[in-house]
C-alpha cells in the first residue's frame, strides 16, 4: 500500500530520557518511507541527543534549538524538565517547520509534550498520532501504546471516541531485524536448558552506570562457575564506556563489548538470558523469546517490569543484591523453555508494519 503523506515525527533523545523513543520512531520510519512516504524528524538539540545517528541512518532532521523565544520555562509536570522549553513554545517551533514541510500528519513520542501541544498542531494538520504509554489524555486520531497488558479499554475517556486506539506489545514498533530473527530465535531456544550466554543492556545512556554494578555482582557471584560468555551491551549515548572496558579487561572471563551495535537481534540470538531494563528493549527480548532478569532503571519502566514479571517471561531484581541475580539466573536456568515461551508469546515482531498500514489509511 503506497503512502502519499508528509510525516513529521517530533521525538527527542537524551541523557536523561535514553534512546527507546528515538529507535521506535526510526523503525516507524523506515516502515512508512517503504511506504512511500515523505518522513521528516522533528528534535530537540539536548544533552546527549542522537540526531547525528538518526542521520547516519539516512532520515532527514530538522533540528530545534536547545531553547525558543517565549515565556520562561516552568515545570509543571514530571518530565517537563526533559524538554528545556514549555510546549507552547516547542509547538510554535514545530509548526513553522510543519508549515513548510507540507505536513499533514504528525506523529509525537514525547513523554514533555501534552494533549495541550497536540491540539495547537491539529489546527494545522490533519491527523495527529501520539505514541505514549503512561495512559495519559490525548487529542489524537490515533494512540499507540505498546505497554504489555495495556488494552484499548484503559484509553476509553481519554482520547475522542472518533480516534483509534492499538495497544499492547502486539503493535510494538520494533525494527525488522526482529520479526526476520523470530523464528531461528525460537527454535536454538528449543535446545536451550541452561544459561551459558548472558547480555548485559541496561539502556542507551545508563547515566548512573549501573552496568558496572551488575557486572560487579556478576563477578562476585557463583553464576560464572557455569557461565561462558557474557555480552555488554553500551548505547551511543553511554559515557562510561572506557571506565566498563577497563573493568572488563582486568578480570579474565569471556566477554564481547558492543556500542551502538546494529545488530542487537542477532546478539539477542546468541544469547541464553538478558540482564536489562524493562523499557522498549524488553519487547524486543520478547519478540526473540529471551527470558530476563528485570532493573528498573526508571520510574516509568515498572509497569513494564511488573507486566513480564506477571507474564512470567522475566524476574525482578534488585541492583544492590548479589543474591537476587544468582537466584534469579538458577531459576531461569531451572525452567528454561517456560519462560522463553512466555516471553515469545508476547510479541511477533510486526507491530512495525501493522501500525504504518494503518497510518496509510488514516482518513480515506
Same mark, same amino acid.
Given at each position: ?141 490515533? /494512540? ?6 495495556? #488494552? =484499548?479499554? $484503559? ?6 471516541? @472518533?480516534? *483509534? ?107 541464553? /538470558? ?6 522498549? #528493549? =524488553?519487547? $524486543? ?6 527470558? @530476563?532478569? *528485570? ?70
Amino acid at each position: 500500500m503506497l503512502l502519499n503523506r508528509r510525516i513529521a515525527i517530533r521525538v527527542d533523545s537524551s541523557l536523561s530520557m535514553g534512546s527507546g523513543h528515538v529507535m521506535r520512531c526510526m523503525a516507524l520510519a523506515s516502515e512508512l518511507k517503504d511506504r512511500g512516504g515523505e518522513v521528516v524528524f522533528l528534535c530537540r538539540e539536548l544533552r546527549g541527543n542522537m540526531i547525528p545517528y538518526i542521520r547516519e541512518l539516512g532520515h532527514k532532521v530538522i533540528v530545534l534549538n536547545k531553547t525558543e523565544n517565549g515565556r520562561p520555562f516552568d515545570q509543571a509536570e514530571e518530565h517537563d524538565e526533559w524538554l528545556s522549553v514549555n510546549w507552547a513554545s516547542d509547538a510554535r517551533a514545530c509548526l513553522k517547520h510543519v508549515r513548510e514541510f507540507g505536513v499533514d500528519t504528525v506523529i509525537v513520542d514525547s513523554y514533555s509534550l501534552n494533549i495541550s501541544w497536540e491540539a495547537e498542531m491539529s489546527e494545522y494538520v490533519e491527523n495527529i498520532v501520539s505514541i505514549d504509554d503512561l495512559c495519559r489524555d490525548h487529542h489524537c486520531e490515533m /494512540l499507540i501504546d505498546q505497554s504489555l497488558l495495556r #488494552t =484499548s479499554r $484503559e484509553y476509553r475517556d481519554r482520547i475522542p471516541h @472518533s480516534s *483509534l486506539a492499538l495497544c499492547g506489545s502486539h503493535f510494538a514498533i520494533l525494527r525488522r531485524e526482529f520479526q526476520e530473527n523470530r523464528k531461528m530465535a525460537l527454535e536454538k531456544r528449543k535446545t536451550t536448558d541452561s544459561v551459558r550466554t548472558i547480555m548485559i543492556s541496561l539502556g542507551g545512556a545508563d547515566e548512573r552506570n549501573d552496568t558496572l554494578k551488575v557486572l560487579k555482582h556478576l563477578y562476585d557471584s557463583t553464576v560464572m562457575k557455569s557461565v561462558e560468555k557474557v555480552l555488554v551491551i553500551l548505547g551511543a549515548q553511554c559515557r562510561n564506556q572506557t571506565v566498563i572496558e577497563n573493568y572488563l579487561n582486568s578480570y579474565s572471563f569471556s566477554f564481547e563489548l558492543h556500542v551502538a551495535s546494529r545488530e542487537m537481534a542477532k546478539l539477542m540470538c546468541q544469547t541464553d /538470558l538478558a540482564i536489562g531494563a524493562p523499557g522498549v #528493549t =524488553s519487547i $524486543e527480548r520478547c519478540c526473540l523469546g529471551l527470558p @530476563s532478569l *528485570l532493573y528498573c532503571v526508571a520510574d516509568n519502566q515498572k509497569n513494564n517490569a511488573d507486566a513480564l514479571v506477571r507474564s512470567g517471561a522475566g524476574i525482578l531484581c534488585s541492583l544492590d543484591s548479589l543474591v537476587d541475580l544468582e537466584r534469579g539466573v538458577c531459576e531461569v536456568s531451572g525452567n528454561y523453555a517456560v519462560y522463553s515461551s512466555a516471553a515469545a508469546s508476547l510479541c511477533r515482531g510486526d507491530g512495525a508494519a501493522r501500525v504504518s498500514d494503518m497510518i496509510s489509511t488514516m482518513g480515506c
